[in-house]
């Protein structure tokens, strides 16, 4: 007997199957048509869940939102752990979420996302203004506790950190992720890091 699948478990199934094929064909040449045939349904059949593409796609944003805020979250429960070793967790974790949701660049740097879907921008937008802002925070503790240079400019530094994952993650997906991401991610905040820290009596001054 075939059993019938609720809608929220149907509207799951289309989002993982948008991120899965937005990864082997692109999220620009994407289509309902090919959602649709992927998860068993007519193309009206997904328009009953999601009644515009964009909706799609702005639930893929809220999943990925979802999973990377998992992240944070786990980053902020080690209170035990000092700022920067949570700071360095915090990216390798954020490095794997790239690993094991291989679309996620092709999305961020599709047509989809910066022309054609403002809401999915708009999200993405507001997530990562989240995501560098955890970042400021982490590097304002670890100048309070004396492991960073006072002087550092915790939002441009917070910059910086972000804008090294972009670009390996990009550079990751254009090798056909022939790159150890993780390995040459954390050897490239190592070196960021180490430029952040204290110098010979800055602690004092």
Not at 90 to 114: D, G, V, W, Y
Not at 138 to 155: H, I, R, T, V
């Amino acid at each position: 007997m075939r059993v019938r699948k609720t809608a929220e478990v149907r509207k799951q199934e289309i989002v993982e199957t948008t991120l899965r094929l937005a990864d082997e064909v692109g999220p620009d040449r994407l289509t309902t048509e090919m959602i649709a045939r992927e998860v068993g349904l007519s193309q009206p059949g997904i328009f009953r869940h999601f009644p515009k593409k964009e909706n799609i796609w702005e639930a893929v944003a809220m999943l990925l939102t979802e999973r990377l805020t998992e992240i944070w979250k786990d980053a902020a429960e080690k209170e035990d752990m000092p700022p920067m070793e949570r700071l360095h967790e915090l990216m390798r974790r954020h490095m794997k979420l790239i690993e094991s949701t291989p679309a996620l660049p092709a999305i961020l740097f599709s047509r989809e996302m910066h022309i054609e879907n403002e809401a999915l921008r708009k999200a993405f937008f507001g997530t990562m203004t989240l995501f560098h802002d955890y970042i400021v925070s982490l590097l304002e503790k670890a100048k309070a506790e004396g492991a960073m240079n006072p002087d550092l400019p915790s939002d441009d530094a917070a910059f910086l950190i972000v804008g090294t994952m972009q670009s390996l993650a990009l550079r990751w997906s254009l090798s056909g992720r022939k790159m150890d991401l993780l390995k040459t991610g954390e050897k490239l905040l190592d070196l960021q890091f180490k430029g952040f820290a204290c110098k010979d009596g800055d602690a004092a001054e």
